[in-house]
């Protein structure tokens, strides 16, 4: 079949529907007061397209922030059995820079040594994104990181236009969605050329929001290591964790023993760790690596933008956003990033 479709408008709440009734549906649900979560949907009434970066990226289901890995029960000689907790999930409506920031989870997770739990849970995901033709907020970053375009890592991708969506297939998954669900049409000329011009429209839109190009970024925090700038930050910092929590490509984790009462049986968990708490860095004896505030914000903004580079040639901050939004000391990552350039300048 051909890789574009056409869906109407006026026909999408019957591929919601269609959607739901496959398998456990997840798109963006509106909380109030101007936030939105990924949650379980059923119809396209419950959705908001229309939407700000969820308060909790993606990766939630990726990656659970409470996961059991393995069983155990000393009492009959059973010793540990291996658990993956899995379900056939379809995530809706993924702005670009969650998709991109799955991608950078998948990189991660699929390197040496491959982590078979998160890929297991992966490989039952199918994944429909949703384009942005403006930007959420001033808070948003993407055109500097190119995440404020499709490129790939979805099944479909949805671009809302007159009275259709522009649907790219990208997958066997996604053919298999537009044939079953029968609601598509062929693309036609002028939908192309609608297509052509909405993204001829962003390009003016969407702008570099910062004076560096993401490759040079490496460079810029070589000469900033001993900045003024990381000590401005941590003053301010609460280290409560809310940027890494909130981040689509942290991942960071700590393993726990779950004992029963009896002592004999239990869970190993793997939950989620932030490299701004005070005891991240600590080792036996007492020793911090990185026991100043300032110390671990420097160590945040390398892992988005200088040591992924290096392992992976890819930055893993996806300009979203949901660092600054979140920050409850007011840390906005963009002011951050001209204070380094303006002082390297």
């Not at 001993?226 to 909130?246: F, H, M, P, R, Y």
């Amino acid at each position: 079949m051909d890789q574009q479709a056409l869906l109407p408008q006026a026909r999408l709440g019957e591929f919601v529907a269609f959607l739901a009734a496959r398998q456990k549906l997840i798109g963006p649900v509106a909380l109030g007061y101007n936030q939105y979560k990924f949650a379980e949907v059923t119809s396209l009434e419950e959705l908001s397209l229309d939407y700000l970066p969820t308060i909790l990226p993606p990766k939630k289901y990726f990656l659970p922030y409470h996961e059991r890995l393995l069983s155990y029960d000393l009492s009959d000689g059973q010793g540990m059995e291996p658990v993956v907790e899995v379900e056939d999930i379809t995530l809706f409506g993924l702005h670009t820079c969650d998709l991109a920031g799955i991608q950078c989870l998948n990189m991660v997770f699929s390197d040496h040594p491959r982590d078979l739990h998160y890929l297991t849970r992966k490989h039952h995901m199918t994944l429909i994104g949703l384009e942005c033709t403006d930007y959420c907020d001033h808070y948003a970053n993407c055109a500097m990181l190119r995440t404020h375009l499709p490129k790939g890592g979805y099944d479909l991708f949805m671009t809302e236009m007159n009275d259709h969506y522009y649907v790219d297939v990208n997958t066997y998954t996604g053919e298999v969605l537009v044939r079953e669900a029968d609601l598509f049409e062929r693309v036609t000329p002028l939908a192309l050329k609608e297509l052509r011009s909405l993204r001829d429209a962003k390009k003016k839109i969407f702008q570099n929001e910062l004076p560096i190009r993401y490759q040079d970024m490496p460079k810029l925090f070589d000469d900033t290591c001993d900045s003024e700038v990381w000590t401005q930050v941590g003053d301010k910092c609460l280290a409560c964790g809310n940027c890494t929590n909130v981040c689509p490509t942290c991942y960071c984790f700590d393993m726990a023993d779950e004992p029963e009462l009896g002592l004999t049986r239990g869970h190993r968990v793997r939950i989620w760790d932030s490299c701004q708490h005070e005891t991240f860095a600590e080792v036996a004896g007492g020793e911090n690596f990185r026991g100043q505030r300032s110390e671990r914000q420097r160590h945040r903004f390398n892992r988005k933008f200088h040591f992924p580079l290096e392992r992976y040639k890819r930055v893993f901050c996806t300009g979203c956003g949901r660092c600054s939004r979140s920050c409850m000391a007011g840390i906005d990552l963009k002011e951050t990033l001209n204070a380094l350039i303006d002082e390297r300048s």
